[in-house]
């Protein structure tokens, strides 16, 4: 199977519960922030952003939160399901003149128990 | 559908060879890139394109080479002198360039030598 999840943090739940999963950026000056799910073998999917002028955004089953004071950005995951089950990854842009740097963070491994 | 399709899924190199990674998207989006990702780490940026006829080289470039003749293809070569190239290799795009959007991925192709 795919191995990018190896070495990663895991997060363990139990199927229906509520699952969190944390992210700390490193630039304060970041202003658009993405969250993404990838599954065993496959490429990164979008799942929600952000902009820096919210602290929260709602999908469906899935909230992002954005703290800038300590630049932390959370996914939480509603009711999680065994489809669930993935690499989740944060993303941060920070936009300089005429140009902008895109960074990815390592990860978290999220594995649902049915 | 829309989308970001790369080829082959499975790739393997020999020694001193040169291989050559495809990536074409239908989504007409002016901005594609190539990333590399290694087991429990987060994408590394190897080459972006802005628009059509022009390439800028991102975080580690050394090794690889990239053509953007046509809007729809971004064709990665890893090249001999590319000495550690297993890894598995992500291409993305975005609408425009320009750092409040989220890119959106194809599904990889992973490289191992022989």
């Known amino acids: 199977g795919e191995s990018v999840g190896l070495h990663l943090p895991t997060l363990s739940v139990q199927e229906g519960d509520n699952s969190i999963i944390n992210c700390a950026y490193s630039?304060?000056?970041?202003?658009?922030f993405i969250w993404y799910k990838q599954e065993s073998g496959k490429g990164p999917q979008f799942i929600i952003d952000i902009r820096s002028n919210m602290d929260k955004r709602q999908g469906q089953r899935v909230t992002v939160l954005l703290n800038k004071t300590v630049k932390h950005l959370s996914l939480q995951i509603a009711a999680t399901q065994p489809g669930d089950s993935a690499v989740y990854f944060c993303?941060?842009?920070?936009?300089?003149?005429?140009?902008?740097?895109?960074?990815f963070g390592k990860g978290t491994k999220l594995s649902v128990i049915p | 559908d829309g989308g970001i399709t790369q080829s082959p899924k499975y790739l393997f190199r020999k020694e001193g060879q040169n291989v050559t990674l495809s990536c074409e998207q239908n989504?007409?989006?002016?901005?594609m890139y190539w990333y590399r990702q290694d087991p429990g780490q987060g994408l590394r940026l190897i080459y972006y394109?802005?628009?059509?006829?022009?390439?800028q080289k991102g975080d580690i470039a050394e090794g690889y080479s990239v053509s953007r003749e046509k809007k729809e293809s971004f064709p990665l070569t890893v090249t001999s002198a590319q000495k550690n190239p297993t890894a598995f290799y992500l291409c993305a795009s975005m609408e425009k360039f320009r750092g409040n959007q989220p890119q959106h991925f194809g599904d990889g192709t992973r490289l191992s030598i022989l």
């Open positions: 989504l007409n989006h002016d901005a």
């Open positions: 394109s802005q628009i059509v006829n022009d390439f």
């Open positions: 630039n304060s000056a970041s202003d658009y």
């Open positions: 993303a941060e842009t920070y936009r300089g003149a005429g140009s902008y740097q895109l960074t």
